[in-house]
């Protein structure tokens, strides 16, 4: 296990359209959580997930995002009609229960919306 | 109100130094858990040292000993000599409680190792 992967590196896309993105976890970690880094700031909790299950939300995940964990193994964030405020570094992370050497992060989704 | 508070912006430390990097945080959960994460330019966040809050001693992980002050909430971060790879982002965050399973970070100190 290498660790958590996420893909794509780097998205660019148009301002209206759709993204996906997609984080696989270390494989025994039950536990994924999905945070967002704008330049300058620490990452912002967007929601997270137990198994399949998704446990928490964040008021900072609007109606245009959805995330999903299949299965309780990989993730998808897919974020709907994007707008420059989107831009930004989408982290994901897992762990397992709530581990004291807290989480393994994933190097990151940057998106631009142009 | 922030939960984590990281009031240097960035800091500059000559090479072999120790550095400390504050951090105070706010809670009223008996139960807690403090973390430091490293972010090199590269963007991996990565995990550096933790502190429970009911730890009677200090965290040490190598170079890296988180100094704990529960009755002030403040949990610095203290880097013994200092080497050009610890010039990186540093954020501190916090769990809180049993029933909470998320991490909360702060805005982070940006550390500059000098030659």
């Known amino acids: 296990d290498t660790g958590v992967s996420q893909d794509p590196r780097h998205k660019i896309t148009k301002r209206g359209q759709n993204v996906t993105f997609r984080c696989d976890p270390i494989?025994?970690?039950?536990?994924l959580y999905w945070y967002r880094q704008t330049l300058g700031q620490g990452p912002e909790f967007l929601t997270y997930?137990?198994?399949?299950?998704?446990?928490?939300k964040s008021r900072l995940l609007s109606d245009r995002f959805s995330a999903e964990r299949p299965k309780g193994s990989f993730s998808t964030l897919e974020i709907q009609r994007t707008e420059q405020g989107d831009s930004a570094m989408y982290l994901c992370?897992?762990?397992?229960?709530?581990?004291?050497?807290?989480?393994?992060f994933g190097s990151g989704t940057r998106l631009t919306v142009v | 109100a922030q939960k984590i508070t990281q009031t240097q912006p960035g800091m500059f430390v000559q090479e072999k130094e120790a550095v400390t990097l504050d951090c105070t945080y706010d809670?009223?959960?008996?139960?807690?858990?403090l973390f430091w994460y490293k972010q090199p330019s590269s963007g991996e966040m990565i995990f550096l040292i933790y502190?429970?809050?009911?730890?009677?001693q200090n965290a040490t992980e190598g170079r890296y000993s988180l100094n704990f002050q529960k009755a002030r909430k403040s949990a610095n971060l203290v880097i013994s000599a200092s080497q050009l790879g610890d010039s990186a982002m540093y954020f501190c965050?916090?769990?809180?409680?049993?029933?909470?399973?998320?991490?909360?970070f702060g805005k982070g100190t940006r550390l500059h190792i000098l030659p």
């Open positions: 992370a897992s762990s397992f229960t709530r581990d004291s050497s807290g989480y393994t």
């Open positions: 494989s025994e970690h039950n536990r």
């Open positions: 502190q429970g809050s009911y730890d009677q």
């Open positions: 809670t009223s959960d008996p139960s807690y858990g």
């Open positions: 965050a916090m769990r809180e409680g049993p029933g909470d399973d998320k991490i909360i």
């Open positions: 997930f137990q198994n399949e299950a998704q446990l928490e």
